[in-house]
């Protein structure tokens, strides 16, 4: 019963939160997140499971109870970890408690309700990386919209608005896009009788649907497979779904922006893991190619987006499309170290965007601007804040011993020699020169920001920041390295959990 | 003595340690992080000459470990077993003598910069402190690494390095932009490199330098099989990955066409260009090469190239730094002329030649750049050669080292620049008489002694001789203890290092004096030049005009004679009270040179005039095509339902009617369907 | 005397055709209640017709609630149209279209 105490207790905390007065909030809001972090970063010592959650593996922290009987289906409350999820689940705990405590400054106005609606987030991202019934996981996947759509419209920047309903549509109309395509599915396959994932996944793995609607069964399920790629492709984002992301990062409050571009891209990707690329492996193989081609153009399109932005957040916001299109080619590769790799990244680049946007939020709030042409040598003022926007910098650029290395490194590694996508070693290559106009471009925002003579266009007088602004950025600064240095901390339980995938059709 | 290799780790971990204390402390620390950072270069040194005494003493003659495990998990590709990537030490001939020259340089720089950085109250020391202590770990990890991964990945760590030092004066406009410049350029070269132990890693499964499970023998056994990798034959596949790894190697020595950095990062510290720019990172790229000789010499292609690429470089560069006015510059432009000496002689096949250039480069550059920045503090930050002038008299300490430091560079006899260099070209030669393509790169580097003669006297005689040409040069800035030791103890050095290998004295007596070569041919078994030569075959047997004798003496002869021409040319024009610069008499050439042959414009114009028109081509089609898609289905929907929202006027009659209408619709298609009116 | 089932459906036909041409051309919101109200009783007809018909009761019993809503509906639609009156000054249909668009 850990994870229904884990949810309960954020959404508890999200109700208390919610009615207690704006003086506190903060305070408070952040003390409560520490107890799911806490509780999270238990059951990551306590982990016990083994395998894959959908494929027969030991689940760590199962529970399951029937909840609905609709007609002969069943829905039931079924939620559990293994390998590929709890890192997830820490990463989300932990990372809004720091998302909370870098919050304190910016934030001045209807506070309680501001980190309600945070805590209300964080709950509902641990179910959805925990949840393994597709009803309950679908619920708290499309809650998460809500509060994020508030944080924006409410919080956000001066066209908040029309960068709020832009994700809520965007998103929402793709979540409809992936719930029909599932549910059809879940229609074709005759024997299977509830939502619960691992009997929908042993079921497609065990022959697939019988057809539906019209459709016989491999069509059915390459329709499926197309139709679910779709709906998270909007999530993760790739090109060319991912003109909502810039939009709301620049117009999200600093907080929102650390959570949406460090976990809510996430659960495209989890999503895409554990839906197309566990239940589908004939269709990964048949859509290999194309999937891979949108992976690099995502990376280099992505890119090269970033390299002509001169917004800060913007910079950061489009190399978050060029960050996901390797997680993309790490799933497609279909090799331990490229799926093990591209988890891995999931986890990494949510620490590392999450730090770069607290690093960009720091220098917003004391000079009230983000274009890199309003500013210069900010390292003159705030040396410490800038250090860590540098290291935050250079772990983006996959810099060695910081997480951001080995995630890339595994994904190229196992996408060079992957046996189910042709042409693998070209797609790899290709991807890698990212690696290069990531470095362009973020150097070259660095230098006209952070160096040169201190200038400064708008009218404010910069000093150090505060500590509660740079203390979230130095744990997760240390959380980088530490993984940077020993990936195998994680990356041990990410491959045990992702081994079963690939027996089904890697050739790993 | 095998016991001392316990302690091998340490010698990065120390510095690594001043690192942590300078970032954490130095603020508060009396000399704001220097002590600590000498201290513990000092106790990297003193563990690297006792890995020099276990090397020697101990019974395999080397020490290889794995320390922990970075990642291990299933390979897939052509090797269908697990894959480990580690963290490992080896330490052999070659890492022990490696580590010691970085760790010595860095402990001289360290020693400079209490004069050169704390003496002249700059603000920001403990950052440089922990920029320094940065790098000598991630360097001295970088060359006991033993694997390619761990390898590469201090390779980049360096470069970080590089790029905060160089950037150390960061609040003018100049410094980062080099510093950028300086990790790009180099980045573009890790890119290839990346790659490359990336397809060798998938290739053999394995990183490791020496050993059975090597990489190298494995790619050994794999031309001996005969078999295809990737589609490719195992030699020609051997020679892409090699030649993959090289863009690492050419980014990070400066060499063609990468080399455009190195001048700029000259807008660091002059220290940090002794240690970083001249004697140890730009090291690590040709360091790389000797690490992991037997791949390349399994590809005689890939070595003809590394060859070519070098003579070429090293004329190249050396052209440039005739007519520079800037001092550092003209050490900058040495400095990847001499890289290009070192590949070419690794090319060839001469890899004792190419190290011990390595070795005696090391001691000589970085002699000159703190000779250089003992000049600056002299010139109270005075870089221009023609604002200097009779320093001679004022300065000896610093003029003969000086003097030292430049006798070795242009390679006059019997100064250590001489007998590595005259080794090089003499390696060349030898293979040159088989192959066209290396007696080209042989000519070409032949031809860079007479410049390297030439600018190098030049900068000797504009900055040290004549009369004072400005009010400093008069009456110089003095220089301390903490600036002579560093210069004395390189100075020696540069003088004596050349005992370490007297190849030509060994070959016309037939006297058993080539230390160097036979350190090198102890080690690890298959990664030492032992293997190495056995792999490189005949033609050092065949390849003399004449007797091996009179080969030596042509080589030697003919270097010496071009030195000396070029030093003598330099003489003539610049040794006078009242030098003028001569640069009128290269005609139009002058211009193309002193542009660099605008190799930065076409650079720069690939960054700035392609990339960045094309990123912002990209921004406006995603601006317009793709987010205009996005917006315009919102758009159409909104104006769609702005028209049809007309339908409701707000008279009930209308509804009525539509109701009506509707339903009467609805009964004719019902209808029409279920064939009533049939 | 046994009136076939034909003559009620024309009656309630004829009815209903009469109050829909009401509701298309009049403009008087008494005269739109007044249509209605014929409609509605042209379905109570043929309920009631059906019902006798059928020899069913339920028709009959149906046809007892419909008035009893019809009269309800006119207690409501009066209430309207006086309030309509009040607001317009006129019980002219076409004039309130506030609640367009």
Wanted: one cysteine or more; a negative charge.
């Amino acid at each position: 019963m850990m994870i229904e105490a884990l949810l309960a207790v954020t959404l508890v905390g999200a109700l208390v939160t919610f009615v207690a007065p704006n003086r506190i909030a903060g305070k408070l809001a952040f003390g409560i997140s520490l107890i799911p972090a806490a509780l999270s970063l238990w059951m990551f010592t306590a982990f016990d499971g083994s395998g894959n959650a959908l494929l027969d593996g030991e689940l760590a922290f199962e529970s399951q109870f029937e909840w609905i009987q609709l007609g002969d289906y069943t829905i039931s409350w079924l939620v559990g970890l293994d390998g590929i999820s709890l890192p997830l689940v820490v990463l989300t705990t932990v990372l809004t408690s720091l998302a909370i405590m870098s919050s304190w400054t910016p934030i001045d106005e209807r506070e309680s309700q501001f980190y309600g609606l945070v805590l209300f987030i964080e709950a509902n991202l641990i179910g959805v990386f925990t949840a393994l019934d597709f009803f309950v996981w679908f619920i708290f996947w499309e809650a998460v919209l809500i509060p994020m759509y508030l944080l924006i419209g409410v919080w956000g920047g001066p066209r908040r608005k029309y960068a709020a309903i832009k994700f809520f549509v965007y998103t929402n109309v793709a979540s409809l896009l992936m719930f029909g395509a599932f549910i059809t599915l879940v229609f074709g396959l005759g024997d299977v009788t509830s939502f619960a994932l691992p009997e929908v996944a042993t079921a497609m793995l065990e022959g697939g649907p019988d057809g539906f609607a019209g459709l016989g069964g491999s069509a059915l399920a390459s329709v499926v497979f197309v139709a679910m790629f779709l709906g998270f492709a909007v999530k993760v984002p790739v090109v060319p779904f991912h003109t909502w992301l810039p939009d709301a990062h620049v117009e999200a409050p600093t907080p929102a922006s650390v959570l949406l571009a460090g976990v809510l891209l996430k659960m495209g990707t989890y999503a895409l893991l554990r839906f197309n690329f566990t239940m589908f492996p004939e269709q990964v193989e048949a859509y290999a190619i194309p999937i891979a081609a949108i992976a690099v153009i995502s990376v280099i399109y992505g890119a090269m987006l970033a390299l002509a932005q001169t917004d800060l957040k913007r910079i950061v916001a489009y190399s978050s499309v060029s960050s996901m299109g390797y997680v993309i080619l790490g799933l497609v590769a279909y090799t331990q170290f490229g799926v093990g790799g591209a988890t891995f990244q999931m986890v990494s680049h949510g620490l590392i965007s999450g730090l770069m946007f607290m690093a960009v939020g720091v220098i917003y709030n004391a000079t009230h601007t983000r274009m890199v042409t309003d500013m210069s040598g900010m390292a003159d003022r705030m040396p410490v804040a800038v250090g860590i926007l540098v290291a935050g910098a250079f772990g983006y650029m996959g810099l060695p011993l910081m997480s951001g290395f080995f995630g890339e490194f595994a994904i190229f590694f196992g996408a060079f020699g992957s046996g189910l996508l042709a042409y693998s070693q070209l797609f790899t290559s290709l991807a890698m020169f990212g690696i290069v106009i990531v470095a362009g471009y973020l150097l070259f925002a660095l230098q006209r920001t952070v160096f040169g003579p201190y200038h400064l266009e708008t009218d404010y007088d910069v000093g150090r920041a505060p500590l509660h602004d740079v203390a979230p950025m130095f744990v997760l600064l240390g959380i980088i390295i530490a993984l940077g240095v020993a990936p195998e901390l994680i990356f041990d339980m990410i491959t045990d959990a992702v081994d079963p995938i690939l027996e089904n059709g890697g050739d790993a | 003595m095998e016991g001392l290799f316990d302690y091998a780790p340490a010698i990065a971990l120390f510095p690594l340690a001043a690192f942590v204390i300078a970032l954490a402390f130095g603020p508060k620390l009396p000399k704001k992080g220097a002590i600590p950072g000498i201290v513990a270069t000092a106790g990297s040194l003193a563990l690297s000459l006792a890995m020099v005494a276990a090397v020697v003493g101990g019974e395999e003659g080397y020490y290889h470990t794995t320390l922990f495990t970075w990642a291990a998990g299933d390979a897939a590709g052509e090797v269908g077993e697990g894959i480990e990537f580690t963290f490992g030490i080896l330490i052999d001939p070659l890492a022990a003598l490696m580590l010691v020259i970085v760790s010595l340089i860095a402990f001289l720089v360290h020693v400079f910069s209490l004069e050169y950085m704390n003496a002249e109250g700059e603000t920001g020391l403990p950052r440089y402190y922990a920029g320094l202590g940065l790098f000598t770990f991630s360097m001295l990890a970088f060359v006991y690494a033993d694997n390619l991964l761990m390898a590469f990945m201090f390779f980049e760590l360096v470069g970080l390095c590089s790029f905060l030092l160089i950037g150390f004066w960061f609040r003018t406009r100049s410094a980062p932009s080099a510093a950028k410049k300086a990790f790009l350029v180099t980045r573009f070269g890790d890119y290839f490199f990346l790659i490359g132990v990336v397809a060798i890693a998938a290739t053999f499964g394995t990183l490791q330098f020496a050993g059975d499970d090597s990489f190298v023998a494995a790619a050994e056994a794999a031309i001996d099989d005969g078999g295809q990798l990737f589609g490719f034959d195992a030699e020609t596949w051997v020679t892409i990955t090699g030649l993959l790894v090289l863009g690492g190697v050419i980014g990070k020595s400066a060499q063609f066409p990468l080399h455009t950095w190195l001048p700029d990062a000259m807008e660091g510290p002059t220290t940090v260009s002794a240690l970083i720019h001249a004697a140890t990172m730009v090291a690590a790229g040709v360091y790389l090469i000797a690490r992991m000789f037997g791949y390349y010499a399994l590809s005689p292609t890939a070595l003809a190239i590394i060859a070519f690429v070098g003579g070429f470089t090293a004329l190249f560069a050396a052209t440039m730094g005739v007519v520079k006015d800037d001092i550092k510059q003209v050490l900058a432009y040495s400095t990847i002329s001499q890289y290009g000496y070192m590949m070419l002689g690794l090319g060839v096949g001469g890899y004792v030649a190419g190290v011990f250039h390595l070795m005696n480069h090391a001691f000589f550059k970085a002699l000159l750049f703190l000779g250089a920045g003992a000049v600056i503090i002299l010139m109270h930050h005075e870089q221009d050669m023609w604002k200097m002038g009779g320093l001679k008299n004022k300065a000896p300490v610093t003029y003969y080292t000086f003097l030292a430091g430049a006798l070795a560079l242009a390679g006059i006899i019997p100064f250590s620049g001489f007998w590595s260099k005259d080794e090089i070209l003499y390696d060349a030669l030898i293979v040159g008489t088989e192959e066209p393509l290396i007696m080209a790169a042989y000519a070409m580097g032949l031809l860079a002694v007479f410049f390297t003669g030439f600018y190098t006297f030049r900068m000797v005689f504009l900055t040290f001789h004549g009369k004072p040409r400005s009010d400093v040069a008069e009456d110089p800035h003095p220089v301390g203890w903490a600036v002579k030791f560093p210069l004395i103890a390189l100075g020696v050095l540069a003088v004596i290092a050349g005992v370490a290998n007297l190849a030509p004295v060994a070959k016309l007596t037939g006297l058993e004096i080539e230390f160097l070569n036979e350190w090198l041919s102890g080690g690890a078994e298959g990664a030492n030049y032992a293997a190495y030569t056995d792999a490189l075959a005949a033609v050092y047997d065949t390849g003399f005009i004449g007797t091996e004798s009179t080969t030596v003496l042509i080589a030697a002869g003919l270097s010496l004679l071009l030195a000396f021409s070029g030093a003598g040319l330099a003489w003539k024009l610049y040794n006078v009270p009242e030098p003028v610069a001569h640069k009128e008499r290269l005609g139009s050439v002058r211009e193309t040179i002193e542009s660099n042959y605008y190799q930065d414009e076409y650079q720069v114009w690939l960054a700035e005039g392609l990339t960045l028109p094309l990123a912002r081509a990209a921004d406006r089609f995603d601006q317009t095509v793709i987010d205009g898609t996005v917006n315009g289905v919102s758009s159409v929907s909104l104006f769609g339902s702005d028209r049809i929202k007309r339908i409701q006027t707000g008279i009930v009659t209308n509804y009525a009617a539509l109701i009506v209408t509707g339903f009467i619709a609805l009964v004719i298609v019902l209808g029409v369907l279920g064939g009533w009116f049939l | 005397m046994n009136v076939p089932i034909e003559y009620f459906v024309l009656l309630s036909m004829a009815l209903f055709s009469i109050g829909l041409f009401g509701i298309l051309t009049r403009r008087n919101a008494l005269m739109f209640l007044m249509s209605v109200e014929i409609m509605v009783n042209a379905a109570n007809i043929n309920l009631i017709a059906f019902a006798l018909y059928h020899g069913n009761l339920t028709g009959q019993v149906f046809a007892l609630f419909v008035m009893a809503l019809a009269a309800a509906e006119v207690a409501i639609g009066l209430g309207i149209i006086l309030v309509l009156y009040r607001n317009f000054r006129d019980v002219d249909v076409t004039v309130p279209t506030t609640m367009r668009w």
